[in-house]
């Protein structure tokens, strides 16, 4: 007879395990069984650290954390409700995120000697009363699974034992009453063609897990959570660098221009090139250089070429892409540099999130050498933010940083597949006839952008040499006038100044348009803030919120926003550099909230800073 | 490589067409002025409309070169001329493109991008002209100078040894590899024949005169004119050099080089194109010093697949298998689900 | 019978010509002699852009200016007083700097067709009328010196004419007083041994130059220039870049540390590899990289051995050290970067100076990567500040930036040179022992300035692995832990804030202590600055003028000095970047003055901007 | 060397005392144990100091070795190591330096750096692990993989003709060049003898496997108990191989490698002291693929000025000539003129 069911407007749960015991997966179909009922989701993976650690051990640890909710979700979660932890290394790393009273699922069987040992723990916290404050259900997850899985022929014991984690997600996927159906088809459509057998022994395992449930008197409860109130449309669930990836593509077929991407492996930026390099059909050329000075270069030979150039990296990458950046705003040839911010300085922790290259970005390069920047604010924006920073770059031959992070790059959300039509017209024709009479002369810009011809070799008549010397005013020639170089500085730099008149202001979103506080952020912390808002008015407190996307130039509309409220904060993953721009900028004595831990905001602690700011 | 030549138009260029109006700045004889003359000439023979031609070169003396050719060019920045000219490459094979560098340009700062590029076998032309010095910051000097040499920033003697540019160029896998003289255009003209008639890259280094901060540097080969030390390779012929040819090369049972009479048996007969890189390599370790004798000409230059002919045929297959990438089709890939209006 | 002596205060001469002219060593042996003579001075070459350009072409003209006076002096001058011009070229590239009634002195030999048309010269400007307005004076310098020279034997017709430069110097140093005894014993020593006859060539041009100006009618007068009332001691004429150089090898007899200097050949800071790489006999190691990252690599390579790491570049170079020196800063190894900045983006006017490269310095690495910096101000101060830049990288562990410019390492003044016992104790010592019980923590920090332990190889017991991941407090271990990435990123900044504590307070030199405006300097603007402030109080008006050394930290009173003002000037060869770092730091409305020319700052056009502050 | 032992203490080190307390983090199976175990047990008999030690590495999964090593050490940044390591063996000739380093970090973006310490010859011991593929990153391709490799940034294969590690080490004109696997402990401490008995840069390539993103890639040789495909190079012995040695290499004219019978004339006697490159070269061509057969131990092995060694005897000279630096002199050298106080 079926259990009763519990109504839930929200759950967070996550799956930690071994690196080898496939938590990503697991984690990747729960949300897609659960993105099927119309839940609106976030999601985390928590990867160790590049290297692999030795199995059981607590540097191998890997999570993967779910956030679905009847209603709209800005972020992962601070902290799970429920635990799924696989061995004794994943309660240890996990279990102080996990408040007092949660759920606790352990696989039971791994806490042998030599794992708890490998965990450091002295006694076995399964018995030893220490996890008496949270809901523990100890369940043999292996053994189970092993049993289920007896009469799947041409299975090796390992193999048998290594489908733990799908026995797992049948065992939640019961629990929180999604459909196993799409993890069964995704598991036949993976391996039934090359090993039937793995595929049947994964299927099974799901089905034992599921049954599981139902059967044994474990868990009293099952629970539902309706579907959200989304907006009208077809959804995919994507993460940051695939939306990214898909973006530049986008760029591409709306510009006319063929993409080439150059690169340079690199954590959290590589599955921007492995993402990229399978899509030739699209006329995408990916080229792994040698480092990232000629990725960099690359993608500036191609640009002068007349591709769309593109270079991806991450910080110690893209300070090495200085240079080159610094002849691309002399060259004024189109380019975007995608950095994919990780927790610094130096090698730092190369899987972990930061907003920590925003003023090497603006400023990393020698003499005044301005450039526009982008920010992407959630994984499905880094579509919409990659297509800006191709358009802005063509329409002003300019290089265009675009920034995102490592959380947004491996966190996923669902996104509103958009309508074509709807994306921006971003068309790029190049110069083929002189520009004053019969003469073609480089640098002679236009009046509305200030950006120059565009005239790629194979272009009859339109011979030219560029370089990065100080080059005359419209002829482009090699000068060494001085004032020359003083004009040709500040035309650089108007050019990008100018383009604020081409983007959307800043909206604010401050309901009663009452709110005295005014929290302004950027880039990846848009979750964290706009759910701590969101708290923060629950309180009765008054709170605007403005996201910049644009980080420079800024909206035209800034510093009207900012001087309309009495006291800004500016909550950021780094010791305030936005901070400083807006302060340097404005004047105004605006207040930072930084938290540099490599995790991303945590809304509750942002909503604190909020809340103590408003009551001040 | 394209005949550039699509367009219909009739091609009647003469070096004249490749001069800018812009003003030639090198010391008054740089041996640059010479190999700028020669490449001038040179170029119409090519067949190729001026403007399917780049020049990208990095930072040097040197690499004042494109902005005096009537092509399309780059003045880029120190060393990561290959890099750039990869990217150009790559994605236009249209186009013939040269790389003009210097021997610190291309061996000090930028010798990673020059190996990558030569085992690549990027379809780009790179001319190395070796001055042995660092002309444009004023004489310190290069990895192509001899060990102990005394410039401003050695005035005790240089300590490192310096590289053959030929022998690092076998080494990086190169399918090109050829040496010419600044002031010899027959022989210079020949191997730029030569480089652009292989496709894949091609690197020639190109001994060259700095008569400011390091004059006479090869005058042992520059200044012969009886070519008692320049020893000629032709592809398929014997080794012979000497004011009355009366000097040849040997290859000793270890692979090293001898020499010996002209007349003597088992004279080495150049083979450019053999499959293995040995013979070349042996060759490049021939120099005035060792053999009295300095090889000049092409000392290999062997078929390998092109990379940009490689990605251009990726492009090719992906989409007839796949088709043409379809925006909507992508984006609506992998798993999606619906939300229909809410209600009435 | 002599000739009438006119007093005058002070002189500005500029000698022009072509690049084969010898204007360098004239200007050089110019100063000298006017150096023994005891007035100040101050110099500026004016190189052609790196590259030679033809004899007698525009681009191939070199310059030298020498400003001296009977007091003491802050800049080479806005404008001469005086123009040596030896050809049509130099006329045609510096008349336009020479005031209306300005002595005008020409080679008119050189005023031939083929240089008339090099030069872009319609007509004969000798002969034209055009320089009516101007003192001119013609004077076949080339023949008279091939004259002079008939006798002496040995000497190539080429070699006879090359000497009229030396022609030219007798005749200045007999307009203006000065001795050519000095000049005649360089001469000597300069060829006398290697070749006599060329020596015998050049002292008859400057005797015959001498007798030229005594003899003819050409010059009606003379000019006497009084000594200069400077501090008492021993002087002696230096640049930029040799004091820098001094000031190195003066902090590695100071710290005990040997001086290891990499480098990559890059204008304006060669001559610093150039100079250091003749100093073996003091230990300096010079190893000419085979480019700026292995310049730096090797520098911090050599720190971790224990020596003085010190790496030399200009702003392209500078760029491709940003992540080593973020690794450096990981490591907290002590680390002098000398950024001797030239005009950009990109190449942009290599030999040309300007103050672009600030912000870079302080935030062109990824993450929060802090770095303190220091400005040298004048020629002869980039001793001190060498001293200053080594003293703070040793004592705190950590990577300084040194900022010079093309202006200051090229430009010369005389030079008060110091007591030895004067110079700031920098002794520095190694850890040898475990610094807790029986265990080395290499990353256990001095509670006062938060320097870590400095145990180098070699050290029996204190063997221990450091690197670029981040690290745990204390330990040192691979640390991946949330919290503890947040106290080493706010570790790191404290230290280098820190720093503060321990430099001297802003200095303001204000007379009266009554000036509302207070113009806020940095670097190698120093000299048009102040000299533009002692011509504001000339015309009556306060003004006061602060001047920073240390731009990362500021000095701790530097909110209190800006907040004491109602105006604050920035003057900078930029578009803004201490302006920016003052608004930012000190919410204060500060204006800046900004030329970015590739030119020093002109005294007079601060000045005007002062005044006009003042006024408004 | 320094023995540094100058200190009176007597060594009496094991494998145990160069281990941390570090936990080893490769995955299991990873190549990179057998290395680090070959190594830590190798130190002793070299007899040198710990702390005069020094194991610098860039970025990878080799270069997490250093923190394996109880010595000192340093885990730099991608590809610089080679650069670092000069700098201090530079100023610190009384330490002994290695360089641990991958086939990416070194060929890739290191590659210049390594080519450059290679040519200077300063005194590092550089180990390039080459597993053929990014591990460290989760499995790009290499510099080292072959041409056509699918990797999850190849998906079709990738475009580049790979570096033989050796041949651009002797092309780059390396003194010492030699080639370890890393499951053969014997061999590998053979070479490591070798280098460290070599004065200046000694360049090893160790083979080792990457269980996880590309296994078995030197399945043929490392597996190859029986030694049929192993060519072992011992200076001084005719080069054989196979089962029972019964393939043997020997040189055409041409200077290329055949393979013959053991038994048959000319066989190749190996001389790694041989003072052309020419042979190590050829040498460094002769693979499993082209011969059936693949050459580990020391190709070459010469005798070359040591740069940090010159630049000690530099040092020395100029004190002698010019007296040790005396600080009041240099700063009063060149014109100086005194002012007196004025006149009360
Ligand atoms: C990043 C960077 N580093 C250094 C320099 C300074 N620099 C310009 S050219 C050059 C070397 C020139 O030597 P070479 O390549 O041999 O060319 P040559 O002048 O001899 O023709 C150097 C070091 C620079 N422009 N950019
Ligand atoms: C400047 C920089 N670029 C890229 C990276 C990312 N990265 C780390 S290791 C590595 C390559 C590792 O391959 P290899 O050198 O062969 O070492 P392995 O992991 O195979 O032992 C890369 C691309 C980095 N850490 N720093
Ligand atoms: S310095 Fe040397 S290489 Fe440069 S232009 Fe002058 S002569 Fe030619
Ligand atoms: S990824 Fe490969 S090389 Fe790296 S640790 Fe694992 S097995 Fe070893
Ligand atoms: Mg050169
Ligand atoms: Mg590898």
Redesign the interface.
């Known amino acids: 007879m079926a259990k009763p069911v519990q109504q839930l407007s929200q759950v967070i749960v996550r799956f930690a395990g071994d690196s080898g015991d496939g938590m990503q997966l697991t984690g990747a179909q729960f949300t897609s069984e659960t993105a099927l009922l119309g839940n609106d989701i976030s999601t985390l993976p928590d990867f160790p650290a590049e290297i692999r650690a030795p199995a059981g051990s607590l540097p191998g640890v890997s999570g993967f954390q779910l956030h679905f909710a009847d209603h709209d979700i800005l972020t992962p979660g601070d902290s799970p409700n429920v635990l799924v932890a696989m061995n004794p290394a994943a309660l240890k790393t996990n279990l102080r995120d996990l408040p007092k009273g949660g759920t606790l699922i352990v696989n039971s069987d791994a806490f042998n000697e030599r794992n708890l040992q490998k965990a450091g723990y002295a006694s076995n916290p399964l018995e030893d009363g220490s996890l008496d404050e949270w809901q523990l259900h100890t369940v043999p997850l292996t053994s189970l699974t092993v049993g289920a899985l007896k009469e799947v022929k041409g299975v090796t014991p390992r193999e048998a034992e290594r489908s733990k984690n799908m026995f797992a997600l049948g065992l939640m996927s019961w629990l929180y009453g999604r459909s196993i159906e799409p993890s069964i088809e995704f598991l036949q459509a993976k391996f039934g063609t090359r090993r039937p057998e793995i595929a049947e022994a994964n299927v099974r395992a799901l089905q034992a897990g599921y049954a599981f449930g139902e059967t044994t008197e474990t868990f009293a409860v099952t629970y539902e959570i309706k579907p959200a109130k989304l907006l009208p449309g077809t959804y995919r669930n994507i993460t940051g660098n695939q939306a990214l990836s898909y973006g530049l593509i986008a760029a591409s077929k709306l510009s006319g221009l063929p993409l080439f991407l150059g690169a340079y492996p690199i954590t959290p930026a590589s599955s921007i090139l492995e993402e990229l390099a399978g899509y030739k059909n699209f006329g995408v050329r990916t080229f792994q250089a040698e480092d990232e000075i000629a990725a960099a270069g690359a993608a500036v030979g191609a640009a002068f070429g007349g591709m769309l150039g593109v270079t991806t990296s991450a910080g110690p990458g893209i300070v090495l892409k200085a240079e080159t950046i610094g002849l691309a705003i002399m060259l004024e040839l189109p380019l975007v540099i995608c950095d994919i911010q990780r927790a610094g300085p130096s090698t730092g922790m190369p899987t972990k999130p930061e907003q920590g290259d925003l003023l090497m970005v603006l400023f990393g390069r020698n003499s005044e050498s301005p450039v526009p920047v982008v920010a992407a604010h959630s994984p499905s924006d880094c579509f919409a933010a990659a297509i800006e920073a191709c358009r802005i770059a063509l329409k002003y031959r300019t290089p265009v940083y675009l920034l995102s992070d490592a959380y947004l790059a491996n966190g996923s959300e669902p996104w509103l597949l958009p309508e074509l039509d709807a994306l921006p017209d971003i068309s790029t024709t190049f110069t083929t006839e002189p520009n004053s009479e019969r003469e073609f002369l480089p640098y002679l810009r236009d009046e509305k952008t200030l950006a120059r011809p565009w005239a790629v070799p194979g272009t009859r008549g339109l011979e030219h040499r560029i370089g990065g010397l100080e080059k005359a005013d419209r002829s482009g020639n090699i000068s060494y006038d001085p004032d020359n170089h003083d004009l040709m500085t500040r035309l650089r730099a108007q050019k990008v100044a100018g383009i604020a008149g081409d983007i959307p202001e800043l909206a604010v979103d401050d309901p009663d348009r009452d709110a005295r506080v005014l929290v302004l952020g950027w880039g990846g912390t848009y979750g964290p803030i706009a759910a701590a808002c969101k708290r923060v008015r629950r309180t009765g407190r008054k709170i605007a919120h403005a996201h910049l996307q644009h980080l420079n130039p800024f909206p035209r509309n800034t510093g009207e926003v900012v001087r309309r409220y009495d006291k800004i904060l500016v909550p950021e993953m780094n010791l305030g550099q936005l901070l400083k721009l807006v302060r340097a900028e404005f004047l105004v004595d605006a207040v930072g909230y930084n938290r540099v831990s490599g995790l991303p905001l945590r809304a509750d602690e942002v909503a604190h800073a909020i809340e103590a700011m408003v009551d001040s | 490589m394209s005949d550039g030549n699509g367009?219909g138009?009739k091609l009647s260029l003469t070096a004249k067409d490749y001069r800018?109006d812009?003003?030639?700045?090198?010391?008054?004889g740089?041996g640059d002025y010479a190999i700028l003359a020669a490449m001038q000439s040179f170029m119409p023979e090519l067949g190729i409309?001026?403007?399917?031609?780049?020049f990208?070169s990095g930072?040097g003396?040197a690499a004042?070169f494109?902005?005096y050719?009537?092509?399309?060019?780059?003045?880029?920045?120190?060393?990561?001329a290959p890099?750039?000219?990869?990217?150009?490459?790559?994605?236009?094979p249209?186009?013939t493109v040269f790389v003009v560098t210097g021997d610190g340009d291309a061996l000090?700062?930028?010798?990673?991008?020059l190996?990558?590029a030569l085992?690549?076998?990027v379809n780009v032309k790179i001319l190395l002209f070796n001055n042995r010095i660092?002309g444009?910051?004023?004489g310190?000097?290069s990895?192509t100078s001899e060990?102990g040499k005394v410039t401003?920033?050695?005035?005790?003697?240089?300590?490192?040894?310096?590289?053959?540019p030929l022998?690092?160029?076998?080494?990086?896998?190169a399918t090109f590899v050829a040496r010419a003289i600044d002031t010899d255009k027959a022989g210079m003209s020949d191997v730029l024949r030569a480089a652009c008639a292989h496709r894949g890259s091609a690197f020639v280094e190109i001994f060259q005169n700095c008569p400011?901060f390091n004059d006479d540097a090869f005058a042992f080969v520059r200044d012969d004119k009886e070519g008692v030390s320049r020893i000629a390779l032709r592809h398929g012929e014997p080794i012979r050099w000497g004011a009355d040819q009366e000097k040849a090369l040997r290859?000793r049972?270890?692979?090293?080089?001898e020499v010996c009479g002209a007349g003597e048996e088992?004279v080495?007969v150049h083979?450019a194109k053999?499959e293995?890189?040995?013979?070349a390599?042996?060759l490049s370790?021939v120099t005035q010093e060792?053999h009295g004798g300095t090889p000049v000409g092409v000392f290999r230059d062997i078929e390998?697949?092109v990379?940009d002919d490689?990605?251009a045929e990726?492009?090719v297959?992906?989409?007839e298998?796949?088709?043409?990438?379809d925006?909507?089709k992508?984006?609506?890939s992998?798993?999606?689900?619906?939300?229909?209006?809410?209600a009435p």
């Open positions: 367009n138009h800018t812009q003003e030639v700045r090198w010391c008054p740089c409309e001026r403007e399917n031609t780049v990208i930072i003396c004042r494109p902005y050719m009537n092509t399309y060019g780059m003045h880029s920045i120190h060393g990561r890099a750039i000219a990869t990217g150009l490459a790559v994605s236009r249209d186009l000090s700062i930028g010798g990673n991008h190996i990558h085992r690549r076998n660092y444009l910051t004023k310190q000097y990895p060990l401003k920033s050695t005035p005790m003697g240089s300590l490192d040894w310096p590289f053959n022998s690092l160029a076998i080494g990086a896998e400011i290859q049972s270890d692979g090293s080089m088992h080495l083979d053999h293995t890189a040995a013979l390599f042996a370790r060792s390998r697949p990379y490689l990605m990726q492009i297959t992906a989409t298998k796949r088709g043409a990438g925006l909507a992508l984006l609506h992998g798993e999606t689900w619906t939300i229909g209006s809410p």
